[in-house]
């Protein structure tokens, strides 16, 4: 009896060291450098259990698995909106392979998955970022929601933060604070413009996002000359889910005039936490009569920049202090084709103990565009 009860009071212990197990977040608050290792293109639009991998606009890593989840911003127009499991097999040269394991379709609080346009346009999502926490061992991302004030209709749905487990059954949503709902009005979010990037925070005890352009009441959008645009970072409690902060953080100009004199548009595509204070802000430009995007990595520090929460509108209330950037990197300078990336995540260390930072691309299901995946050192 007394073997068994020791056993038993073991198996106990054990169990309660598992359960408590924490995992803290990989940072890299004094990145020098990122330097560019290696390029892998996924074929265009390749089919994958009966799905078309392709709008691959988040990523990110679990370590303890090896393993990546990247989320598509199909609006269950191709397939069910999903997101993807893979490899992503790396070496100090470079990228040997990627390698898609899996498809998880997001679904509904009824446990249904989300309607394209056709079927319900007041409920169909536009997933653009993804984290994973290997604390709960759950995921979290972000839809843009809509504004289409077309002839035709109007549809207006809120951007959403979700938790979902990593089977895409869902949990809970954030509630949102008042400057980010959406309205038929120039408040709010601008379309498509929402939230871009996620990213946890503070060893998973707080979560970021941030909005892609400047909010309508907060300013203009980013221009040719500087416009001073002003995006917002907002700042959760992972458990309460309640808007702690937010952050102001000003835009680069576009990078290049639009030929014709078209489209244009410079925003925050990701966010990444890199610890003490500090986020990767990666800034995408794109103008029309370029294929390729300007995309830039800043390290933003918010340590001295001012909690903007209660601000309704920065262009009335402009007594505030943005958080400050540095530029780590100008993918212009790779000497190569960059196209639209969307993503970003810390990845596996390489031989020499050195982090890795990756990036993905969202090729917008375009037979113009690629779906790339670039791997770089980081240098501290």
Request: proline share 6%; with cysteine; charged share 25%.
């Amino acid at each position: 009896m007394k073997i068994y009860l020791l056993l038993l009071f073991g198996w106990l212990v054990c169990f309660n060291v598992v359960a408590q197990k924490k995992y803290v977040q990989t940072i890299a608050p004094n990145i020098k450098q990122l330097k560019f290792l290696g390029e892998y293109d996924v074929p265009h639009n390749m089919q994958f259990k009966r799905t078309t991998i392709g709008g691959l606009s988040g990523i990110d890593y679990d370590a303890e698995h090896n393993l990546f989840y990247s989320i598509s911003d199909d609006k269950s127009e191709f397939n069910p909106a999903r997101f993807y499991t893979l490899k992503i097999n790396i070496s100090p040269k470079g990228i040997d392979t990627v390698i898609f394991l899996d498809f998880i379709c997001l679904l509904q609080p009824d446990g249904n998955v989300y309607p394209n346009k056709k079927e319900n346009p007041f409920r169909t999502p536009d997933p653009e970022a993804i984290r994973y926490n290997p604390n709960k061992k759950n995921l979290i991302w972000t839809s843009e929601g809509e504004r289409d004030l077309s002839i035709f209709r109007d549809v207006i749905e809120n951007p959403a933060i979700t938790t979902v487990t990593v089977k895409g059954r869902y949990i809970d949503t954030f509630p949102l604070p008042e400057q980010v709902v959406i309205h038929k009005e120039e408040i709010g979010p601008r379309k498509n413009s929402v939230f871009e990037g996620v990213t946890f925070a503070n060893d998973y005890k707080d979560v970021f996002v941030n909005v892609e352009e400047p909010l309508y009441q907060d300013g203009p959008q980013a221009d040719t000359q500087d416009v001073n645009p002003m995006i917002r970072i907002l700042k959760f409690d992972a458990d309460t889910k309640k808007n702690t902060a937010q952050y102001a953080y000003k835009l680069d100009p576009v990078a290049h005039a639009p030929l014709p004199l078209t489209f244009k548009i410079n925003g925050v595509s990701d966010i990444l936490w890199a610890g003490k204070d500090k986020l990767l802000v990666m800034e995408r430009s794109y103008s029309t009569g370029r294929l390729a995007c300007t995309v830039k990595i800043y390290e933003a520090d918010l340590s001295k920049a001012t909690n903007i929460k209660d601000n309704l509108s920065l262009i009335k209330d402009n007594k505030f202090i943005p958080a400050t950037k540095r530029l780590i990197i100008n993918m212009d300078n790779l000497g190569r084709f960059v196209d639209n990336v969307e993503g970003m995540t810390f990845g596996p260390t390489l031989p020499n103990g050195h982090k890795t930072l990756i990036t993905m691309v969202d090729n917008n299901f375009m037979v113009l565009e690629k779906t790339q995946v670039f791997l770089f050192e980081i240098v501290e």
